[in-house]
């Protein structure tokens, strides 16, 4: 297959808002694949590289290469030539990465190096997320959406599922099975403003204690016992005390669904940066652990002594789990059997405020009648938590890729200190509509000082509001914080800079 159809695919997506004529863009150019080329094509429309990372900077971009008249990359080729870059070490390393890529771009017409840019600089965003690729491929091969979905989540990759389905035809779907010891898709969770909104969207519902660790799936055969990260790679010698609690449990071979978290002298959640930094610690395992010792909880039972328990409803997937796990290894919960009950409610949104009162993140409510529908955010779980905001100053901005070529898209945004001046607490690209983006590059220009061609630094004037998640600590900023899932909700015009949010204010957050 050509690279150009996957560029112009790419570029037919973004241009359109109707999901059927994205998913039947999708179809047409699944249905011409090869099976090798299946792994591929998924990831470079979702935005992946399959080697992860190319080490190439934007520097690389900045000397401009004339576009080929005529296309002629294959899908194959390119991934070829990202082998190579990603192979090249050693001594000159970064010139000739830069060759390889400038040797790439040359052959490339003008719409696959602008694809190519989005592709390797992270930028790629035109909606052909897995979610709407699962559609394409059912519809590309006359299968149900749902058997696409159930495959994807049990082989915990589309691509595998893409590439077998191309070779093997619908056929294949039924070999993908929950087998322990191989990782599944979690299910995850859409957003609602506060616990009445989310037990309207769910019905007859638990409330969950939302936990703020690392989501780990523990498979236990016996004595074995392995761990998996949210992105299915595995970290089971990191995370001694989990194979630990996973060998206590009452039954011999099962899979749970859980968070890892520790907990400070008074029993109060630590950090998830703290977590993050023990699991992803370089040191002895028993040193690590007796710095910070971690606590597993389990939320959900996927499977028990053989039995597949995805599709039973969750109030017998919990029963399960009380049965062979103690209650302290288990997330609490409030349960809510009759939405209309007033006094319910109340019970729910006073649990959901002694959650947090405990250092918890928020919750998530979730349906006593769903089944587990990995790698989806469907209505079955909603999580709430508190979205702080903050109103920020914008000190530069990055001339965007990809979709955004032309436009001033990466914000740098800066909180103001005691002395007038700003500093910078991290960047977002994120929230920002194509209006406000044409507005805000035609807006940062006025206030320019400063093109490298990459960055455009500005006067520090536009206030801009921005949500986040949170506040966590960072030696790549001054201050030695960032945000946390930082977004753009909408600029302040009304406001000065020196009106801004103060560094104060945001350290005050992060204690």
Known sequence: MLFADVARTSREIADTSARNKKTELLAGLFARMAPEEAPLVVSYLAGRLPQRKLNVGWTAFREKQAPAETATLTVQGVHATFDRIAAVAGKGAQTERKRLLHELLAAATEEEQRFLAGLIGGELRQGALDALA??????????PPAAVRRAVMLAGRLDTVAQA?????????????LDVGRPVLPMLAKT?????????????????EKLDGIRVQVHRDGDSVRIFTRTLDEI?????????????????????????????PEGRPLPFQDIAGRVGSSLDIPGAQAELPLFPVFFDLLSIDGRDLLDLPLRDRHAELARIAPEPRRVRRYEVADPADGQQREGARAFAEETLARGHEGVVVKGLDAAYSAGRRGASWV??????????????????H????????????????????????????????????????ERLQELAVEDDGWVVKVRPELVVE?????????????????????????YR???????????????????
């Open 402 to 441: 990809g979709r955004r070529t032309g436009k001033l898209s990466n914000l740098h945004l800066g909180a103001r200190r005691q002395d007038g001046s700003f500093a910078m607490l991290g960047k977002t690209f994120k929230g920002l509509t194509d209006a406000v983006l044409a507005w805000q590059t």
């Open 134 to 143: 699962v559609d394409g491929l059912a519809a590309a091969h006359g299968v």
């Open 466 to 490: 921005v949500a986040f998640d949170g506040v966590q600590r960072s030696t790549r900023y001054p201050e030695g914080v960032t945000l946390r899932f930082a977004r753009v909700v909408r």
């Open 383 to 400: 999580k709430v938590k508190p979205v702080h905001t903050l109103d920020l100053v914008v000190l530069a901005a990055e001339w965007g």
């Open 493 to 511: 015009e009304d406001k000065t800079a020196a009106e801004a949010d103060t560094v104060d204010a945001v350290l005050a957050l992060r204690r």
């Open 236 to 264: 089971t010698e990191r995370l001694p005390e989990v194979v630990a609690a996973a060998q206590e449990l009452t039954a011999t071979r099962a899979v749970l669904d859980g968070e890892v978290i520790a907990l400070g």
């Open 192 to 208: 609602a403003k506060d616990v009445d909104e989310a037990i309207d969207l769910v019905g007859p519902c638990a409330v969950e």
């Open 165 to 177: 389905l191309i070779a093997d035809g619908p056929a294949a779907l039924d070999a993908f099975r």
